[in-house]
């Protein structure tokens, strides 16, 4: 019989390596919602790591009312909304193309979009700028929410077009002697069995948009359109910072992102591994 010890002292490295990453991890979280509960003598005092000698909640409601949290709120909703279901939509029919039909240019368009990964954000504000301009939506939520998609877009075909390649062609083939068409077989076939990767898009595109500020500042400058990331610069003025409203409303911005992604975080690690072996 083998002895044991070995096997021990493997999972005790495991949990020792788990356990360093989940602190890595959480940490940042509980030291932010530390310091939106202090003052700003303490938090200027240079005492990073101590605990507050009594919280103060009244920070959030200072970020609630002051920072016009649910008006930042709001706009933040209807552009992540609108470009989640535009990006599931393109990319699953982009996808759906690129892997179950036979065609001379599918490959090369999946090579278009895979370039599309590699432009930095930075480098199409002017360019953008421009053409928003001449098309005369800049200051509306249509001269952010275009280059959302356009960025996400890419990876989601990624990792859609991988998935649907997985699926077997025994199923469309039963379906299309049934007398189903392509339409159909896309919406009733294709879409059910891609819920996973879809669920993974929808995630990854919901925290990469959430709290995106360099296209929002460059394009929006009407308050009554701003997203949620400009909340913090209402505590910020000529004369005072108030670091411990700016801490609360960071709390309530992160909020939604860290509920949905600990409620859904299995769903993005199947969708991501749902394509790797052939089914």
């Known amino acids: ?28 979280l509980l030291w932010l919602l530390i310091y939106s ?3 700003n003598e303490e938090i200027l005092s240079g005492s990073f790591f101590s605990l507050p000698k009594s919280p103060q909640w009244a ?11 649910f008006k930042y709120l709001g706009n933040s909703v209807f552009v992540t909304l609108v470009t989640m279901v535009c990006v599931l939509l393109l990319a699953s029919l982009v996808s759906f193309a690129i892997s179950r039909f036979r065609w001379k240019y599918g490959q090369v368009v999946l090579l278009l979009f895979l370039i599309g990964m590699m432009i930095p954000m930075q480098a199409t504000l002017l360019p953008l700028m421009l053409i928003f301009k001449n098309m005369h939506i800049l200051n509306t939520h249509a001269s952010i929410i275009l280059p959302y998609i356009a960025f996400q877009t890419p990876v989601a075909v990624f990792i859609l077009s991988s998935f649907m390649k ?7 083939e039963s379906a299309i002697v049934d007398g189903a068409g392509v339409f159909r077989i896309f919406w009733n ?4 069995v891609s819920v996973p990767p879809m669920m993974t898009v929808m995630i990854l595109t919901f925290i ?5 500020y360099i296209l929002a500042a460059t394009f929006i400058s009407s308050e009554k359109l701003k997203t949620l990331p400009f909340g913090v610069n209402s505590f910020v003025s000529q004369y005072s910072v108030n670091y411990g409203a700016i801490g609360a409303f960071l709390v309530l911005g992160a909020l939604p992102v860290v509920i949905i992604y600990f409620l859904l975080a299995d769903k993005i690690t199947k969708g991501m591994v749902a394509g790797a072996v052939k089914g």
């Open 1 to 28: 019989m083998k002895p044991r010890s070995k096997f021990s002292i493997g999972k005790a490295l495991v949990f020792i390596l788990f356990g360093v990453l989940l602190v890595t991890q959480l940490y940042p």
């Open 37 to 39: 509960t202090k003052t």
């Open 59 to 69: 920070n959030f409601q200072t970020a609630v009312e002051s920072g016009n949290y």
């Open 166 to 172: 997985s699926i077997p062609n025994e199923i469309e």
């Open 189 to 192: 076939i294709i879409l059910p």
């Open 208 to 212: 990469n948009i959430w709290n995106e």
